[in-house]
């Protein structure tokens, strides 16, 4: 055996320094953070998007319009749909079941009525709203409505 083929014992070298360990350690006193200030801090994160003092992006970029937090979105369905579903299916009461059979909604959505189209067949429908064309149009195909 010679002081050549010395090596330390397993488990006693760690490849990462252990920050805070004493002077000797090579990170120890402030351990790693430097002198003072927030960074130093224990419990310290910075909060998203901040820029070091400047004015962050989302302060900087100008906001405009308008968001109604009481608007009621509805899944508009056109009279045009409702005939051509009457014609090849041969449906003549439309309720948010068929509608959503047949692709024209999906979950749980509103529903409103909307005059575009032309419509011959007579159905029923039932809906969350219509609008007066599309009321106007089955009625005078002999159809009815129904609000849920």
């Given at each position: 055996?010679?002081?050549?083929?010395?090596?330390?014992?397993?488990?006693?070298?760690?490849?990462e320094k252990r920050i805070g360990r004493g002077h000797g350690s090579g990170g120890g006193g402030?351990?790693?953070?430097?002198?003072?200030?927030?960074?130093?801090?224990?419990?310290?994160?910075?909060?998203?998007?901040?820029?070091?003092?400047?004015?962050?992006?989302?302060?900087?970029?100008?906001?405009?319009?308008f968001k109604n937090i009481n608007r009621v979105e509805y899944k508009a369905i056109?009279?045009?749909?409702?005939?051509?579903?009457a014609e090849t299916k041969g449906i003549?009461?439309?309720?948010?079941?068929?509608?959503?059979?047949?692709?024209?909604?999906?979950?749980?959505?509103?529903?409103k009525i909307l005059g575009r189209g032309e419509l011959k067949a007579s159905v029923k429908v039932e809906a969350h709203h219509f609008s007066a064309k599309a009321v106007s149009a089955i009625e005078a195909a002999g159809g009815s409505i129904a609000k849920i």
């Open positions: 055996m010679s002081l050549s083929k010395l090596s330390p014992a397993k488990g006693s070298v760690h490849s402030t351990a790693t953070r430097g002198h003072k200030g927030a960074k130093s801090r224990s419990g310290y994160s910075k909060k998203i998007g901040f820029e070091g003092g400047q004015m962050p992006l989302q302060r900087r970029v100008p906001k405009f319009g056109n009279l045009d749909s409702l005939q051509m579903l003549t009461e439309f309720n948010l079941d068929t509608f959503l059979a047949n692709g024209l909604i999906s979950g749980t959505k509103l529903v």
